[in-house]
Nanobody
C-alpha cells in the first residue's frame, strides 16, 4: 500500500520559515519525481515545486521561486520543502505527490499518489 505523510505545517509570521516533510512507503521511491502542491480556500490547486527521481531536476512555480527549496533523501524515502520568506498568500494546505513517470512539473494530472496534506498558516 502506497502511503505519503506530509508534516511540518503550522503557524508562522510573514517573513518566517517552515520546513515540510513527506514520508513515503509502498513504492520504489527512487524511480519517481516528487512534487508539492498547495490549495487555499476558494482557489485551485497549485503545483509549487517538484524534484526529479535522483534530485537532478527541479521545478518551481513563479510564485515561490527563490523562496522555496525542494529536496529529497532517497535512502530515507523522504522529500522536503524548505519555505523561506513566507507571505500571507502562501497560506494553504500543502500536499506531496508522486509522479506517474518522469514528469516533474505543475500539472496535477501527472501525479498518481497523494498525501493527506499539512496546513500552513502565515499570519501576524
Amino acid at each position: 500500500e502506497v502511503q505519503l505523510q506530509a508534516s511540518g505545517g503550522g503557524l508562522v509570521q510573514p517573513g518566517g520559515s517552515l520546513r515540510l516533510s513527506c514520508a513515503t512507503s509502498g513504492f520504489i521511491f527512487d524511480d519517481y519525481a516528487i512534487a508539492w502542491f498547495r490549495q487555499a480556500p476558494g482557489k485551485e490547486r497549485e503545483g509549487v515545486a517538484c524534484v526529479g527521481s535522483s534530485g537532478e531536476r527541479t521545478y518551481y512555480s513563479d510564485t515561490v521561486k527563490g523562496r522555496f527549496t525542494v529536496s529529497r533523501d532517497n535512502p530515507k524515502n523522504t522529500a522536503a520543502l524548505q519555505m523561506d520568506s513566507l507571505k500571507p498568500e502562501d497560506a494553504a494546505i500543502y500536499y506531496c505527490a508522486v509522479a506517474r513517470s518522469s514528469y516533474c512539473g505543475p500539472d496535477s494530472a501527472n501525479y498518481r499518489y497523494w498525501g493527506q496534506g499539512t496546513q500552513v498558516t502565515v499570519s501576524s
